[in-house]
């Protein structure tokens, strides 16, 4: 079957660690994006990546850092520089980075700092 | 001034009847639309995409786009209780240099009622 996974589906940081939560698909989609979701505020976008080795920041990119060192994976590590990184994490990906392309979403993973 | 707007509800309908969900978006350049159903706790799922002014059905759905009002809407027929959930309405904006950044709205809460 063809989708995107993320895990761990929840993660629980200490204050000053750093975290990577994973996301892979097997679309064969170019382009893969990091979305944060908080109550009552819509998606946002954190990091997009077109292509393998190269990425982009998003609105919110403070805090995070990305790789894209294969077409299929997409890691987000928060650091310790994220100041308020309890949120739904959301990986998405689509075919490219025209307008028409939908993007697609994994599952999630829901990090909560301790 | 938010980009995307949802009213963000409950908009409670009975079992059978049509739902209408709206959203109106700031940026005339915008081209293309999606609509997302996203369950409580659940990553979201995309349900419709339109990119010309007109009607565009599939199945129970229909969504709606006028460009010159900045105006898109959904239209859900014979609501289920199963359409009970969140419905996010995103428009992509593009990216500087061109690209697929797209913007959400805060969703709407559909509730249908037995």
């Known amino acids: 079957d063809g989708g995107i996974t993320q895990s761990p589906k929840y993660l629980f940081r200490k204050e000053g660690q750093n975290v990577t939560l994973s996301c892979e698909q097997n679309?064969?989609?170019?382009?893969m994006y990091w979305y944060r979701q908080d109550p009552g505020q819509g998606l946002r976008l954190i990091y997009y990546?077109?292509?393998?080795?190269?990425?982009q920041k998003g609105d919110i990119a403070e805090g995070y850092s990305v790789s894209r060192e294969k077409k299929e994976s997409f890691p987000l590590t928060v650091t310790s520089a994220q100041k308020n990184p309890t949120a739904f994490y959301l990986c998405?990906?689509?075919?490219?980075?025209?307008?028409?392309?939908?993007?697609?979403f994994g599952p999630g993973t829901r990090l909560t700092v301790l | 001034q938010k980009e995307v707007e949802q009213n963000s509800g409950p908009l409670s309908v009975p079992e059978g009847a049509i739902a209408s969900l709206n959203c109106t978006y700031s940026d005339r350049v915008s081209q293309s639309f999606f609509w997302y159903r996203q369950y409580s706790g659940k990553s979201p799922e995309l349900i419709m995409s339109?990119?010309?002014?007109g009607d565009k059905e599939d199945g129970r759905f229909t969504a709606q786009l006028n460009k010159a009002s900045q105006y898109v809407s959904l239209l859900i027929r014979d609501s289920q209780p199963s359409d009970s959930a969140t419905y996010l309405c995103a428009v992509n904006m593009g990216l500087t240099g061109g690209g697929n950044k797209l913007t959400f709205g805060t969703g709407t809460q559909l509730k249908v009622e037995l």
């Open positions: 679309l064969n989609h170019d382009a």
């Open positions: 990546s077109q292509i393998v080795n190269d990425f």
């Open positions: 339109i990119y010309s002014n």
């Open positions: 998405a990906s689509s075919l490219g980075l025209a307008v028409y392309n939908e993007q697609f």
